[in-house]
């Protein structure tokens, strides 16, 4: 099928669907964007994708000229528009076309981008067997430098750290910050279970907030597994029972091997397995609607 684009507003088929080359967001990676899933004609944690889409924005002080209701729709629309129940949407809103300096003040009007494509799964042996990982030299990028809780389109840092696992042939990796704590992958969150608990690094670490990660900590909650948002070490990881990975394109993945010291037996552990059918449930039950219902006739 021909897919189409929206870009400000208008919908263009994807050939025809261009923005600026002096769009800042392509000169200076200066823009924030979303990465959104839609699960059996749903879309999946649709408002806590925009909250994090307009904090990004407002941190880096960029004035989207929808509101949240209208950027929604905006989601909804070109998911309708390429017939798409099961699908990935970049939603992407950059600083705008301006001169060839770096102030924001000469891009008077942010370009809005939202793509709807088909999502190309992991393979399903990842989930049953696990991920090898391991932790790489590049650091993840200093709060008072550039916040990883910006979702900023400047993503080199993690461009960095996926070369080092080119580079190392792994497909995932894991980044310290410049004290030595881990705090992610390059485009996933990380959970340990130690001791019993669960435990994942805090906002302030040097992570993106994920939206994942959230739901993760809520099913825990529900589950009664006791959770905690803490710094660890490389040494609380290799001594963990179990890791894992969450994020919208990853959902949930085991890890069982890091720098190679395996993790727990090396196998899925037991609480992984049982937040990954949690999370699984939940995903094909809630969301907003892409197409919605005709409403049911009333049996008389
Ligand atoms: N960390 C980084 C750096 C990411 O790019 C992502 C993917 N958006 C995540 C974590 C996971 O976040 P989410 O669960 O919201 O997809």
Redesign the pocket.
């Known amino acids: 099928m021909n897919r189409v684009v929206y870009i400000d507003g208008h919908y263009y088929p994807k050939d025809e669907a261009r923005v600026s080359v002096f769009d800042h967001g392509f000169l200076y990676g200066d823009g924030v964007f979303e990465?959104i899933r839609a699960y059996n004609g749903r879309v999946w944690k649709l408002d806590d994708?925009l909250v994090?889409l307009y904090e990004s924005a407002k941190s880096v002080m960029l004035d989207i000229p929808l509101s949240p209701a209208a950027m929604a729709e905006a989601v909804v629309e070109t998911l309708r528009r390429n017939d798409l129940r099961e699908a990935y949407v970049r939603l992407v809103v950059s600083r705008g076309p301006g001169d060839l300096g770096l102030d924001p003040r000469r891009c008077p009007r942010p370009t809005v981008v939202v793509i709807a494509d088909t999502i190309s799964l992991f393979p399903e042996a990842v989930y049953v067997d696990g991920l090898k990982v391991v932790t790489v030299a590049t650091r993840r990028n200093q709060n008072e430098a550039l916040n990883?809780r910006i979702?900023s389109l400047n993503?080199l840092n993690?461009i960095l750290a996926k070369l080092d696992a080119n580079h190392l042939g792994y497909h995932e990796v894991l980044i310290m910050n410049s004290e030595g704590f881990i705090t992610?992958?390059?485009?996933?969150?990380i959970f340990i279970v130690r001791r019993g608990v669960l435990i994942t690094p805090p906002n302030t670490s040097g992570?993106?907030e994920?939206?994942?990660?959230a739901v993760v900590l809520d099913l825990a909650k529900t589950a009664g597994l006791p959770a905690s948002e803490t710094d660890f070490t490389r040494h609380d990881l290799y001594t963990a029972e179990e890791c894992f990975l969450?994020?919208?394109?990853a959902e949930v993945i085991p890890v069982v091997e890091v720098d190679g010291r395996s993790i727990g037996n090396g196998k899925p552990g037991p609480a992984t397995l049982a937040l990954t059918k949690a999370f699984r449930a939940k995903t094909q039950a809630e969301g907003t609607e892409i197409f919605p219902r005709p409403r049911q006739a009333r049996a008389s």
């Open positions: 990465g994708h994090r990883p979702k993503y993690s992610e992958g390059t485009g996933d969150n992570i993106l994920g939206v994942t990660r969450t994020g919208t394109a």
